[in-house]
């Protein structure tokens, strides 16, 4: 019912003309993301098509780190938390190596 109230509602639609009038320039800006990333992604998504939001990303983050999960749907972390807990530790183990070159602070 938080979602009905007048203050939250027009926070959401604020939330989501920006979107449409912000996202284009945020894409636009996903190759120069420098530290390690992932995505984990359900093929039976019905909120988001793997095709359109997922498969893409790998073309426009260097060195992401990509997992598309067959059967699995919007809301990973409920169904499979083990999974999504061993993905976050990966891509965090990723982003805390020891083998960064620090006069470049890129990644080996």
Do not use: C
């Not at 926070?11 to 920006?18: C, E, G, I, M, N």
């Not at 009038?21 to 993301?33: K, M, P, V």
Request: net charge negative; aromatic share 8%.
């Amino acid at each position: 019912m938080l979602g009905l109230r007048p203050a939250h509602f027009y926070a959401t639609s604020s939330d989501v003309v920006a979107v449409e009038q912000d996202l284009g320039r945020i894409e636009g800006r996903y190759g120069e993301i420098a530290m390690p990333a992932g995505i984990l992604f359900g093929t039976a998504d019905r909120v988001i098509d793997i095709r359109t939001h997922g498969e893409p990303m790998q073309n426009k983050i260097e060195r992401l780190d990509f997992e598309s999960v067959d059967g699995l749907g919007h809301m990973p972390q409920f169904n499979e938390p083990e999974r999504v807990i061993a993905f976050i530790q990966r891509v965090a183990a990723r982003a805390f190596r020891s083998d960064i070159n620090p006069a470049s602070q890129q990644f080996q």
